[in-house]
Protein backbone atom coordinates (compact mmCIF):
# COMPACT_ATOMS: atom_id res chain seq x y z
CA UNK A 1 0.00 0.00 0.00
CA UNK A 2 1.60 3.42 -0.41
CA UNK A 3 2.03 5.69 2.61
CA UNK A 4 -1.02 8.24 2.92
CA UNK A 5 -3.45 6.02 4.86
CA UNK A 6 -1.31 6.16 7.46
CA UNK A 7 -1.03 9.98 7.62
CA UNK A 8 -4.49 10.38 7.86
CA UNK A 9 -4.83 8.52 10.37
CA UNK A 10 -2.41 10.29 12.98
CA UNK A 11 -3.44 13.83 11.60
CA UNK A 12 -7.05 12.23 12.77
CA UNK A 13 -5.61 10.85 16.22
CA UNK A 14 -4.34 13.90 17.15
CA UNK A 15 -7.24 16.32 16.34
CA UNK A 16 -9.64 13.74 18.53
CA UNK A 17 -7.45 13.31 21.67
CA UNK A 18 -4.92 15.70 23.26
CA UNK A 19 -1.34 14.09 23.32
CA UNK A 20 1.08 14.31 26.25
CA UNK A 21 3.70 13.97 23.97
CA UNK A 22 6.35 17.03 23.99
CA UNK A 23 9.18 18.16 22.65
CA UNK A 24 11.38 21.63 22.48
CA UNK A 25 11.83 23.19 19.21
CA UNK A 26 13.70 26.38 17.84
CA UNK A 27 15.32 27.25 15.13
CA UNK A 28 22.75 25.35 5.99
CA UNK A 29 22.12 27.68 4.05
CA UNK A 30 19.29 26.72 1.62
CA UNK A 31 19.28 26.95 -2.22
CA UNK A 32 16.57 27.58 -4.78
CA UNK A 33 16.16 24.55 -6.96
CA UNK A 34 13.12 24.16 -9.27
CA UNK A 35 12.61 20.27 -7.06
CA UNK A 36 14.59 19.78 -4.63
CA UNK A 37 15.88 16.11 -3.37
CA UNK A 38 16.59 14.62 -0.13
CA UNK A 39 18.45 11.34 -0.56
CA UNK A 40 22.17 9.44 0.43
CA UNK A 41 23.01 9.79 3.57
CA UNK A 42 24.08 13.29 3.43
CA UNK A 43 22.74 16.91 3.87
CA UNK A 44 19.79 17.39 2.15
CA UNK A 45 19.39 20.48 -0.07
CA UNK A 46 18.00 22.97 1.67
CA UNK A 47 15.05 24.80 -0.36
CA UNK A 48 16.05 28.71 -0.14
CA UNK A 49 17.69 31.05 1.25
CA UNK A 50 17.42 30.59 5.38
CA UNK A 51 18.89 33.22 7.90
CA UNK A 52 22.26 32.35 8.83
CA UNK A 53 21.90 33.04 11.86
CA UNK A 54 19.90 29.98 12.89
CA UNK A 55 22.40 26.75 13.22
CA UNK A 56 20.08 24.36 11.39
CA UNK A 57 20.22 20.82 12.18
CA UNK A 58 21.20 18.44 9.17
CA UNK A 59 18.44 16.03 7.76
CA UNK A 60 19.71 13.03 6.28
CA UNK A 61 17.51 10.38 4.14
CA UNK A 62 18.84 7.03 3.17
CA UNK A 63 19.53 6.12 -0.45
CA UNK A 64 15.87 4.40 -1.57
CA UNK A 65 13.84 7.18 -0.36
CA UNK A 66 13.55 10.90 -1.70
CA UNK A 67 11.45 14.02 -1.63
CA UNK A 68 10.63 16.27 -3.91
CA UNK A 69 9.43 19.78 -3.66
CA UNK A 70 8.41 21.34 -6.74
CA UNK A 71 7.48 25.19 -7.59
CA UNK A 72 8.62 27.03 -4.50
CA UNK A 73 10.38 29.97 -5.85
CA UNK A 74 8.67 32.93 -6.17
CA UNK A 75 10.46 35.87 -6.14
CA UNK A 76 9.53 36.91 -2.83
CA UNK A 77 12.46 36.28 -0.33
CA UNK A 78 10.24 36.26 2.46
CA UNK A 79 7.61 33.93 0.97
CA UNK A 80 10.33 31.65 -0.52
CA UNK A 81 11.89 31.44 2.98
CA UNK A 82 8.56 30.24 4.66
CA UNK A 83 8.35 27.38 1.67
CA UNK A 84 12.00 26.50 2.25
CA UNK A 85 11.73 25.57 5.79
CA UNK A 86 8.26 24.28 4.91
CA UNK A 87 10.15 21.58 2.94
CA UNK A 88 12.66 21.09 5.97
CA UNK A 89 9.45 20.20 8.43
CA UNK A 90 8.48 17.54 6.13
CA UNK A 91 12.14 16.22 5.53
CA UNK A 92 12.23 16.46 9.08
CA UNK A 93 9.27 14.42 9.89
CA UNK A 94 10.52 11.39 7.73
CA UNK A 95 13.67 11.36 9.15
CA UNK A 96 12.49 10.49 12.37
CA UNK A 97 11.04 7.69 10.43
CA UNK A 98 14.15 6.44 8.99
CA UNK A 99 16.06 7.26 12.17
CA UNK A 100 13.63 5.33 13.99
CA UNK A 101 13.05 7.51 16.52
CA UNK A 102 11.20 10.88 17.12
CA UNK A 103 14.19 12.57 19.42
CA UNK A 104 16.04 14.00 16.34
CA UNK A 105 16.99 17.40 16.57
CA UNK A 106 15.25 18.63 13.33
CA UNK A 107 11.68 17.36 14.13
CA UNK A 108 11.43 19.74 16.92
CA UNK A 109 13.34 22.20 15.28
CA UNK A 110 10.89 22.59 11.77
CA UNK A 111 7.73 21.99 13.99
CA UNK A 112 6.21 23.23 17.11
CA UNK A 113 2.97 22.75 19.27
CA UNK A 114 -0.13 21.01 16.96
CA UNK A 115 1.89 20.05 14.14
CA UNK A 116 4.63 18.74 16.10
CA UNK A 117 2.33 16.80 18.12
CA UNK A 118 1.15 15.20 14.80
CA UNK A 119 4.29 15.03 13.71
CA UNK A 120 5.32 12.46 16.76
CA UNK A 121 2.12 10.58 16.19
CA UNK A 122 2.66 9.86 12.58
CA UNK A 123 6.39 8.75 12.94
CA UNK A 124 5.48 6.81 15.86
CA UNK A 125 3.18 4.78 13.95
CA UNK A 126 5.55 3.57 11.29
CA UNK A 127 8.77 3.18 14.27
CA UNK A 128 6.50 1.25 16.39
CA UNK A 129 4.81 -0.98 13.46
CA UNK A 130 8.31 -1.91 12.39
CA UNK A 131 8.20 0.00 9.28
CA UNK A 132 9.72 3.15 7.24
CA UNK A 133 9.15 3.96 3.76
CA UNK A 134 10.91 3.70 0.53
CA UNK A 135 10.45 5.10 -3.21
CA UNK A 136 9.81 9.42 -3.88
CA UNK A 137 7.06 11.33 -2.95
CA UNK A 138 6.41 14.67 -5.13
CA UNK A 139 5.18 18.01 -3.67
CA UNK A 140 3.14 20.77 -5.75
CA UNK A 141 1.15 23.23 -6.16
CA UNK A 142 2.23 25.47 -3.47
CA UNK A 143 0.52 28.92 -2.00
CA UNK A 144 1.95 30.62 0.26
CA UNK A 145 -0.09 33.60 2.31
CA UNK A 146 1.69 36.27 4.69
CA UNK A 147 0.07 37.41 7.83
CA UNK A 148 1.90 40.29 9.16
CA UNK A 149 6.21 39.56 9.57
CA UNK A 150 6.06 36.07 11.39
CA UNK A 151 2.88 34.41 10.33
CA UNK A 152 1.97 32.60 7.78
CA UNK A 153 0.17 30.44 5.38
CA UNK A 154 1.27 27.10 3.12
CA UNK A 155 -1.38 24.96 1.08
CA UNK A 156 0.48 22.46 -1.23
CA UNK A 157 -0.42 18.67 -2.86
CA UNK A 158 1.52 15.56 -2.17
CA UNK A 159 1.63 13.01 -4.35
CA UNK A 160 2.52 9.08 -2.52
CA UNK A 161 1.73 7.00 -6.06
CA UNK A 162 5.38 6.34 -6.13
CA UNK A 163 6.75 6.01 -2.52
CA UNK A 164 5.30 2.51 -0.41
CA UNK A 165 5.92 1.11 3.31
CA UNK A 166 8.86 -0.82 3.78
CA UNK A 167 9.20 -3.09 6.63
CA UNK A 168 12.65 -1.85 8.55
CA UNK A 169 13.56 -5.68 9.65
CA UNK A 170 12.69 -7.49 6.54
CA UNK A 171 13.28 -4.44 3.82
CA UNK A 172 9.72 -6.38 2.21
CA UNK A 173 7.90 -3.36 -0.04
CA UNK A 174 4.15 -3.06 -0.12
CA UNK A 175 3.41 -1.91 -3.71
CA UNK A 176 0.22 -1.27 -4.87
CA UNK A 177 -1.75 0.85 -8.10
CA UNK A 178 -2.05 4.33 -7.37
CA UNK A 179 -5.75 5.34 -5.92
CA UNK A 180 -7.12 8.40 -5.04
CA UNK A 181 -5.86 8.24 -1.87
CA UNK A 182 -1.98 8.96 -3.45
CA UNK A 183 -3.15 12.75 -3.36
CA UNK A 184 -3.71 14.88 -0.60
CA UNK A 185 -4.00 18.52 -0.31
CA UNK A 186 -2.21 20.13 2.86
CA UNK A 187 -2.95 22.85 4.54
CA UNK A 188 -0.39 24.13 7.24
CA UNK A 189 -0.08 27.47 9.16
CA UNK A 190 3.64 28.75 10.43
CA UNK A 191 5.46 31.19 12.32
CA UNK A 192 8.57 32.54 12.59
CA UNK A 193 10.50 32.41 15.70
CA UNK A 194 13.59 34.53 17.24
CA UNK A 195 16.21 32.85 14.99
CA UNK A 196 14.40 33.62 11.92
CA UNK A 197 13.19 30.08 11.72
CA UNK A 198 9.49 29.21 10.00
CA UNK A 199 8.02 26.37 12.21
CA UNK A 200 5.04 24.95 11.22
CA UNK A 201 2.78 25.10 13.80
CA UNK A 202 -0.63 23.37 12.61
CA UNK A 203 -1.49 20.98 9.56
CA UNK A 204 -4.48 19.75 8.26
CA UNK A 205 -4.98 17.79 5.48
CA UNK A 206 -7.56 16.84 2.39
CA UNK A 207 -7.81 13.62 1.26
CA UNK A 208 -8.56 12.23 -1.83
CA UNK A 209 -7.99 16.31 -2.98
CA UNK A 210 -9.57 16.08 -6.57
CA UNK A 211 -7.47 19.59 -7.25
CA UNK A 212 -4.32 17.84 -6.54
CA UNK A 213 -4.89 14.59 -8.90
CA UNK A 214 -3.32 14.21 -12.25
Known amino acids: MNRRPTLLTALALTAAAALTLSACGSGDDAKTTVADEA ?13 ASAQRPEITFPSDAK ?10 RTKDAVLADSALAVNAVDE ?3 EGTTDTKALG ?23 TWTGVTRYYDYKV ?6 KAHVTYCAD ?15 KSPATAD ?15 VWQ ?9 AEACRP
Open 145 to 150: TLSGAD
Open 200 to 208: TTSITSNGR
Open 67 to 76: NVFEDRKTGD
Open 109 to 131: FYNTGKALESSITFARQYIDGGD
Open 160 to 174: ESKSYIKNRKTGRVE
Open 182 to 196: SYVQYNTSLARNDQG
Open 96 to 98: AIF
Open 39 to 51: NGKSPSPSATDAP
